[in-house]
């Protein structure tokens, strides 16, 4: 074999290993947009949520930015996996979990 047709024959296989990467790199992409629209959703579910209770019996105070919505938000929601959208950190709380 000559080194023409070995060098060819490298260069196919690199192709289409390439191609096999960015294959799998646009999934990935694809799967971490996927993801982060369904944590916004959830957000935006959860903020309705705790809005429509607040309304119901305290009212809802008025938020000047979001930095307030947010420690608003952080000392009402009280499960793992409703703070963990909103990357609150961790804590224990009563059982009138939203």
């Known amino acids: ?17 390439l191609a096999r990467l960015r294959a799998e790199r646009s999934r990935l992409l694809a799967r971490m947009g996927s993801a982060e629209r369904r944590r916004d ?13 607040a309304v119901e019996h305290d009212g809802v105070p008025a938020f000047r930015n979001s930095r307030e919505l947010l420690e608003w938000l952080d000392t009402r929601l009280t499960r793992p996996h409703d703070r963990a959208v909103f990357d609150f950190a961790r804590r224990g709380r009563s059982s009138t979990d939203v």
């Open 41 to 53: 959703t959830r957000r935006k579910i959860l903020v309705g949520a705790l809005i429509l209770a």
């Open 1 to 17: 074999m000559s080194r023409t047709t070995r060098a060819d024959g490298r260069i196919r296989t690199i192709d289409e290993r």
